[in-house]
């Protein structure tokens, strides 16, 4: 499929429902997507990579990069990795604050 009919199709959902990779049976698949060197993309569920270290290397580089909370927590819900991915995944207290921003600076995850 092309990105194109992808987007085509996506179209008619809610724009705030959730993807999954494989089924919506189990509220861990976490969905992401990677381009590749051709420029394809590629839809990942969490089975597919390690999502405690892909959380903690793009909280390494936003302290690195020095990006502010909001911009950092709104990236992360836009690729999926919201609140409660963060503290069933990687840390539930970093979960929790991060839940809590985002709700106190109306960040949608």
């Known amino acids: 499929?092309?990105?194109?009919?992808l987007i085509r199709q996506?179209?008619?959902?809610?724009?705030?429902?959730?993807?999954?990779?494989?089924?919506?049976?189990?509220?861990?698949?976490?969905?992401?997507?990677a381009f590749t060197d051709n420029g394809n993309v590629v839809l990942e569920h969490a089975g597919q990579f390690d999502v405690k270290s892909e959380i903690g290397q793009m909280l390494d580089d936003y302290l690195e990069d020095g990006v502010d909370e909001?911009?950092?927590?709104?990236?992360?819900?836009?690729?999926?990795?919201?609140?409660?991915?963060?503290?069933?995944?990687?840390d539930k207290?970093?979960?929790?604050?991060?839940?809590?921003?985002?709700?106190?600076h109306g960040i949608d995850y």
Do not use: N
């Open 1 to 5: 499929m092309k990105v194109k009919e």
């Open 10 to 33: 996506l179209k008619e959902f809610d724009p705030e429902a959730r993807v999954f990779a494989d089924s919506e049976q189990c509220d861990e698949i976490l969905c992401s997507f």
């Open 70 to 90: 909001t911009e950092a927590y709104t990236e992360m819900c836009d690729k999926g990795f919201t609140p409660d991915v963060v503290s069933w995944f990687y």
């Open 93 to 104: 207290w970093i979960g929790k604050h991060m839940k809590k921003y985002c709700d106190e």
